[in-house]
């Protein structure tokens, strides 16, 4: 079968007859309608199941007299035939007349014919004309001493070639069918009817809920990014629904407000060197007494311009780890020797500020992420630890293993950050009373807390009495073996 076999013929192809049908019956509004489709839906189902139900119910009844009244009567041919072979007719004869004196439910029927198919024993007159002796079950009209009723009859053929016809009268079973057939109609009539209501139901229980959300969606697109969805509190799909979509709009919200965030930080903090830069140019170009001081005007101004373009750098690889282009670059990496390095190089440079690094790490980390990203935020945690700890001060680079990662801790005796500023800390350009006169551009929080995103992990910032403890937790990932 090829694919074009295996698509729904598009509604321009179907024939004329088909189209002109669902125009005249099924609007095209309430084809298109959701909550008409699951309303019709729900009453094919309720449908279904109604009829499945009075399929059972006729089954269970009408159907449970008739195979009674089958079993009743191969039990009676049963003992007769016994009886029959036992002591032939006469044997037979009485057996029938006993079992007639004993039916107290009248409703057995007996009759006994010779050859010649006159009457030798039974509550019947003469042998029905419907029965042939082709014949083994029949359901028939009988008179019975005047009395016409209606009865299921089964031909048995004798030695001797006598015949028996046992039966039962089932008009009693008729009228409880008839019983039973109207009752059905009825049950279905109400069926129709509850199905119509509980589809009237669905679609309108539909209609409130997406007209609330497609009302919503139409405030959002417009920019009224205040709106959400309305929840019930019952718990359901809808309630699940709506809170899938205003958690996305919450989302949403926040990123537009830390875009309006960094459009100001931007234009605040980088006003600074870029006014600083044109100044010293042209300052050099008005009063440059020689070349010299000319070429270190210009030096000065790059100086300034490459702190811009760095931030502008900064910006768009936070940019890329949130938008997790550099999870191609995932891959098997031991942290181990990665932290070693990082260790070595920064126990120097603490060593040149006066300052102690002390390292305690494994022997083996093996994770699976992205090397240079990983080791970009642990360097700018380092960097801020030296950067912020006193002259003499003391900075831990520690790492554990825990039930499912490691924990990297990066902890200095600094100023630290206020418990009311940490959760600010890591936004784009944020920087602390206590971070105003150092340089920097207050990327570098924002950067370790996209790592930490991209890798599934968390960075929490917390109190070292004094100083800050930056712990990045990070998940070993799809597997523990580096490669």
Do not use: C
């Amino acid at each position: 079968m090829t694919a074009a076999q295996t698509l729904p013929a598009p509604a321009a192809s179907r024939p004329a007859w088909y189209r002109r049908l669902r125009r005249r019956f099924v609007p095209d509004r309430l084809f298109r309608s959701t909550g008409a489709r699951f309303g019709v839906i729900y009453a094919v189902l309720f449908g279904i199941s109604a009829v499945a139900l009075a399929a059972f119910l006729w089954w269970s009844t009408a159907g449970l007299l008739d195979r009674q009244t089958t079993t009743a009567i191969n039990s009676d041919a049963q003992a007769l035939g016994e009886r029959y072979t036992e002591g032939g007719p006469a044997a037979l004869v009485d057996a029938i007349d006993q079992r007639l004196i004993n039916n107290v439910d009248d409703d057995a029927i007996y009759l006994l014919v010779g050859p010649d198919f006159q009457r030798i024993a039974g509550n019947l007159e003469r042998w029905p004309a419907q029965v042939t002796m082709d014949v083994d079950w029949a359901e028939l009209s009988i008179d019975r001493a005047g009395i016409k009723g209606r009865a299921r009859v089964r031909n048995f053929d004798l030695p001797g070639n006598f015949h028996l016809l046992i039966g039962r009268d089932v008009e009693a079973r008729n009228h409880l069918q008839a019983m039973l057939a109207g009752a059905l109609l009825w049950a279905a009539g109400i069926a129709v009817a509850l199905g119509s209501v509980g589809a009237w139901a669905v679609r309108g229980l539909f209609r409130v809920t997406l007209a609330d959300v497609s009302a919503i969606a139409t405030a959002i697109g417009a920019g009224d990014l205040t709106r959400r969805v309305r929840v019930s509190g019952h718990g359901d799909e809808f309630d699940q629904l709506g809170e899938t979509i205003n958690d996305m709009l919450d989302r949403i919200a926040r990123l537009m407000d830390g875009v309006r965030q960094v459009s100001n930080a931007i234009a605040h903090d980088l006003r600074t060197p870029i006014t600083r830069a044109r100044a010293r140019l042209e300052d050099a170009a008005m009063h440059a007494a020689s070349r010299e001081d000319l070429e270190a005007a210009i030096e000065r101004a790059q100086a300034d311009l490459d702190g811009v373009v760095a931030v502008f750098q900064a910006l768009l690889r936070i940019a890329e780890i949130e938008a997790g282009a550099r999870r191609s670059a995932f891959a098997p990496v031991d942290l181990a020797p990665l932290l070693g390095d990082l260790a070595e190089l920064y126990e120097a440079a603490a060593e040149a500020r006066g300052q102690v690094l002390r390292p305690d790490l494994p022997a083996a980390m093996p994770l699976y992420g992205d090397r240079d990203m990983i080791q970009q935020a642990i360097a700018n945690l380092l960097d801020n630890a030296l950067k912020f700890s006193p002259d003499g001060g003391q900075i831990e680079l520690s790492a554990t293993a825990t039930a499912d990662g490691f924990r990297i801790v990066v902890a200095d005796h600094g100023p630290g950050i206020p418990e009311e500023d940490r959760t600010r800390a890591t936004e784009r350009f944020y920087r602390g009373e206590q971070a105003r006169s150092t340089p920097g551009s207050g990327l570098g929080l924002a950067l370790v807390q996209a790592v930490a995103t991209l890798h599934g992990g968390v960075l929490t910032l917390e109190d070292n009495a004094p100083g800050l403890r930056a712990v990045l937790r990070l998940p070993r990932g799809e597997t523990a073996t580096p490669g």
